[in-house]
């Protein structure tokens, strides 16, 4: 089976192939995450705070513009309160287990 790389992996990922976070988290990578950090320490803060909330995985986006964490769905508390303490614009959301078919016109 062929299979795909993206820049921010260390690893490639089958295509079709269902992975956990943990197996995502494991491979996943930003390049730019150093550099910016170097100069943005308060990134390195807020991603201590999901890691130490039990974040699966807790990375920045892109070019920093977003720091994210991933957690286990089953009882986790997700920091909101102490990443706005911090300084950041936190919220929480779900990811879905199931996206619905999309049908392409004619």
Do not use: C, Y
Request: without cysteine; hydrophobic residues 45%.
């Amino acid at each position: 089976q062929k299979a795909t790389r993206h820049s921010g992996t260390r690893a490639t990922l089958p295509i079709g192939r269902r992975l956990e976070w943990r197996a995502i988290a494991a491979l996943a990578a930003n390049d730019l995450e150093d550099a910016v950090g170097a100069r943005h320490p308060e990134l390195a803060v807020l991603r201590g705070i999901l890691g130490k909330s039990g974040a699966l995985l807790a990375q920045m986006t892109g070019s920093g513009s977003t720091v994210f964490g991933v957690f286990d769905a089953t009882g986790a508390t997700v920091p909101v309160g102490e990443l706005q303490r911090a300084g950041a614009r936190a919220l929480a959301t779900a990811t879905l287990e199931e996206v619905a078919p999309v049908e392409r016109p004619g």
